[in-house]
């Protein structure tokens, strides 16, 4: 059966839904491509290119929201959508309302789609994965090998349809490097790792990406263990942002509503000290999850959600905004079109402060600077928030920074370190996007925690 253009389908499965009693109904529908480029030893190591696209489909039959979904738009798909919507909104009894959305009356204008960058061809982000690798195994000769080097790129579109109107669309694409360099040191090695994403190629200056990496490799020889005891701590950029991408959850209603975050009733009360604020803004001009609208295409907007300690949101969906007796704050999310709603951060980050590392260093004076945590899936609870993590980082002695530490675990609980808050660093780095958020944190002076040798 002849696949049918997309307004076409679109026209007829509305006319259908409406026919078989949906009182509302919408589609969701994603068409994208991703790229991914790893070279080992001057060779192509994987190579890969993924098309996808689908529809999803989702509409109020019986006072119950219905969902199913195609990956092909013919005559035949429409009534199995259809169908196989009605049956799904039929064996659900739940008192909780999904809501289609009638659309907001403004929605920001940003861009996300940079042309020039969809214009790079395979052969220039290859060349470039095999350059990376080149120049990070002549910066140092103990560099011995490479664990990864690679570039990937993805472009992709949304389209939200409905009943009451709405009529959305948005395109955004990226690309993003990594190197993860191996030093020799006698019988051990040491790995680190340099990333950078973009919507410009030509940002990403491969130079200071291999000499960030080896650097960081390099900083670990020697490294021993330190005496198990109580410390105060400095998490740099990067360990800070991949804790706080661990715990995001816990600022989801939808998590605190089903018992599974610490943050109930919390709203409008102190959760942390002073100096923390964290945001979550999805127009962000640099984020690689920016979007003018969530995917149930409410309108974003940049919000706080702890301001000064406070919890000021928690971040919500339509559903859980009613359940709550607010408003949606626009992070509705639908990790694909075969999925029902959800709710994810956006440009999620913990916002810098004016102290760079340095002076971070001096007002701690002894303690720990950590640079890595390791287990964050396996070893961090995300509903109790307690976390024991293998870690590596350096000791500080009189703000200065003493020798390499490894073999080590740090334990606490993310509700408690943000109540343990001292200072706030201004060296905001960002991780490479998760298709569940985009994390940034400046590094933390921590008051105090657990620490295993």
């Known amino acids: 059966m002849a696949n049918l253009e997309f307004n076409e389908f679109k026209d007829i499965l509305f006319k259908q839904a409406k026919k078989e009693g949906f009182t509302d109904f919408e589609i969701y529908y994603t068409k994208g491509e991703s790229f991914e480029i790893s070279v080992y030893q001057n060779e192509i190591d994987n190579y890969s290119i993924n098309a996808s696209k689908g529809l999803g489909f989702r509409g109020i039959f019986n006072n119950q929201m219905g969902y199913s979904y195609t990956e092909i738009l013919d005559e035949e798909s429409i009534s199995l959508l259809v169908n196989n919507a009605k049956s799904n909104a039929l064996i ?19 861009n996300c789609f940079n042309e020039e960058l969809a214009k790079i061809g395979e052969r220039e982000k290859i060349k470039l994965a095999l350059e990376m690798e080149d120049m990070t195994r002549k910066t140092d000769e103990r560099v011995k090998d490479i664990n990864y080097c690679g570039i990937q790129s993805f472009e992709g579109e949304i389209n939200i349809l409905n009943s009451r109107g709405l009529d959305l669309s948005h395109k955004a694409n990226g690309i993003f490097a990594a190197i993860v360099p191996v030093i020799a040191d006698g019988d051990n090695f040491k790995t680190a790792m340099a990333y950078k994403s ?40 990067e360990a800070a942002l ?27 009360k102190e959760i942390g000290s002073k100096v923390l604020n964290i945001i979550d803004d999805p127009l962000y001009s640099e984020g690689m999850a920016s979007t003018p609208f969530d995917d149930e295409g409410v309108a974003c907007y940049t919000k706080d959600v702890v301001k000064e ?5 928690l971040l919500h969906n339509l559903k859980t905004a009613s359940k709550d007796g607010v408003k949606s704050t626009g992070n509705a999310a639908r990790p694909s079109y075969s999925s029902t709603i959800d709710i994810s951060p956006s440009n999620f980050y913990i916002k810098p402060g004016e102290s760079d590392l340095n002076v971070l260093l001096k007002e701690m004076q002894n303690g720990l600077l950590i640079t ?60 490479l996007p998760s298709g569940r958020g985009y994390f940034g944190s400046p590094s933390l002076l921590i008051k105090k925690m657990s620490v295993a040798g």
């Open 198 to 237: 973009s919507r410009n190629i030509g940002s990403i200056n491969i130079r200071e990406l291999t000499d960030e990496a080896v650097k960081k490799a390099l900083s670990y020889i020697g490294a021993e263990t330190v005496k198990t005891g109580i410390y105060r701590v400095i998490l740099n950029s």
């Open 92 to 110: 659900k009894d739940s008192d909780e309302k999904e809501i289609i959305h009638a659309g907001d009356a403004y929605y920001e204008k940003i």
């Open 309 to 313: 300690g406070r919890l000021v949101t």
């Open 372 to 431: 890595e945590l390791e287990g964050l899936h396996a070893g961090a609870n995300t509903i109790s928030g307690d976390f024991s993590l293998a870690a590596k980082g350096f000791e500080v002695i009189d703000g200065k920074v003493l020798r390499p530490v490894e073999q080590i675990t740090v334990a606490g609980n993310f509700y408690q370190v943000m109540m343990d808050l001292e200072d706030v660093g201004s060296d905001i780095e960002f991780g």
């Open 242 to 268: 991949n804790l706080l991408h661990t715990y995001s959850d816990i600022f989801s209603a939808d998590k605190v509503q089903k018992g599974m975050s610490l943050l109930k009733d919390k709203t409008g």
